[in-house]
Structure formats: structure tokens, C-alpha cells
């Protein structure tokens, strides 16, 4: 076993703190790398509080990992020791069904296993993420980073990215669409740099008219006060799709009325409570609801070569370990722009 150091929660209602624990030996198809940055993503609270389900304790978040290899299992072809390598929130699936054979493990009809909070796939031993010095993950589920970012930045690609690339490039969102991004935060930042990248026409909607600014910096058309009754209206029947990135609750209606017809509302946040949606903000229009979750392997790593080639990163805030319970709390109060970044040098 690898003795490993980070950062674990002991129960839900203990703050994080340094813990001492024991990776899997690197197997012939498995990677290691140490960790260099990783990401602070909101579910990592959200799962420490056992706000979605009951978690597997003690618990090391982090999903959002990016490092330097340092052993490869003798079977492994893709990686060497002294590669820039990656993993985001899932680190294996059944690889077998039919939704893994069309490079979708996000969605395995077995189940992915996540990166943290769940279970190897024999069940001998929880899975650690990456609020960590080092990881162990089978080749399949490593991702190969480019030099020529910057490699704290890029750890938030690994879900804030990810899970807005890929229903962009799902919906075929780009030239000629009018795309509004509901909620400027981590994820709503980064699907404002690709709804730009892809061509299309982009709209911030946000409660909050301090962000307008920084809205239009990101690379936004335009910018609409959701607060404002006079903007609203003027915003009915305008956007052919509308990512929402919002996780508090929120009128969907309200929402669903901006759509032109046939247009399309995106959820990738996830509220605490069910939404409640009238049949006739559907029927006025032929509008849909849709969800999407992350992206495959395959995909995810199509993000990281287009980011390379388009100079595309998370604008990060970089914080020691030991902050990271004052994090969370800037965090929950939307007190970051956008994405707090563990340097783990400081484990």
C-alpha cells in the first residue's frame, strides 16, 4: 500500500483536517501521479455536509486534480513517469455496457465509480480524492494535460469545464445561437468562455448587477438583471438555449418564458429541492427541459486539447490547505472569482 497525506472530514459535521491514509499499490494497467493543484468544486461541500446522500467517512474531496506521473503499471502505454496528467470526477466504470462503449462512463448503466465518496470497483476500499499528495488511477481515466497552460488553472477543467463543454458541444450550441448562461460563478464562468469559443451569442443572466462587468470581461454580449422586471421582459422569447449552472432554487418558469420556440433550458446545477415546472412553460412553445451531467473520458480530454489551442482556463484563486474551511465559507457565500485552487505543495 501507498502511504498517502491529505485532507480528510471525519464526519459531517467536523471540519476538514491532515489524515494519514493508504492508497492501492500501482497495478500493471494503473497510474500514479502527485498531485500538484486541485480544484475546490462546491460538490465537495455539498458531499461532506451529506446534502445529496449519505457519505462514505472519513472523506478526502477534491475531483479536480492535476500532477506530474511519477509510476506507471507495466502495462500502461499512454503515460510515462514526468507527464502532465489529470483526473476529473470519475476514476473507472464498468467499461463494458453500452453507454461506456460509446465513451459516456459519466453514465454507466453499472455506475462510474467516483473519484471520492465511493467505491472501488471490488469493493475492498473507499475511493480518496484529491485533497491529497498523490493518487493512484487505472489508465483509462488519466488525462494527458498540455504544457503550455497553466497548470494551476487548468484543475477546475476537470468538472467546471468539463460539465459545461460538453452540453455545449451536445446541444451544438455555437454560430448563430443566442445562448444565455444562468449564474456567473464557476460553472457559469467557464461556459461563458466556450459559448464565445463556439460563436455564439452570449448572455449572462444573474441576480447580481455587480457581476455585469466582470460578465462583459469574460467575453459576454450582453447582461440581464434578473431582478429587473423591465429587463426580464425585454428578455422573453430571446435565447435559443439557456445553460443553467444555478445549484440554490430558482423559478424555472421564470426562466423557461426567455426561450424563443424550440428552445432548450440545460440543467448542470443541482438545487436542494425538486423543481417545480408548469406543463404550459413546456407546451407554450415546444420547449424542453434537459439535464446533462459530465462528459466522457474521451470527450473530457477533447476539452483539455481545445483549451490548449484556444488559451482556455479557470480565472483561480489559490489558496494553502489549511484555508480551506474559509474557502468553503467564501465559497458559499458566491466570495470567489471563480474557482478556489488548492496549491498542494502547502499539504
Known sequence: MIETKGYAAQDENTPLAPWTFNRREVGAHDVQFDILYCGVCHSDLHQIKNDWFPGIFPMVPGHEIVGRVVKVGDHVTKFKVGDLAGTGC???????????????????????????????????????????????????????????????AVAPLLCAGITTYSPLRYWKVGKGHKLAVLGLGGLGHMAVKFGVAFGAEVTVLSTSPAKEADAKKLGAHNFVVTTDAAQLKAARGSFDFILDTVSAPHDFNLYLSLLRTNGTMICVGVPPEPAQVAAFSLLGGRKSLAGSGIGGIAETQEMLDFCAEHNIVSDIEMIDIKDIQSAYDRMVKGDVRYRFVIDMATL
Do not use: W
Open 90 to 152: 470519475m476514476v473507472d466504470s464498468c467499461q463494458v455496457c453500452e453507454n461506456c462503449k460509446q465513451d459516456l462512463e459519466q453514465y454507466c448503466l453499472e455506475g462510474n465509480t467516483q473519484t471520492y465518496n465511493g467505491m472501488e470497483r471490488d469493493g475492498s476500499m473507499p475511493t480518496y480524492g484529491g485533497y491529497s499528495n498523490t493518487i493512484v488511477v487505472r489508465e483509462e481515466f488519466v488525462l494527458h494535460i498540455s504544457d503550455k497552460l497553466d497548470l494551476a
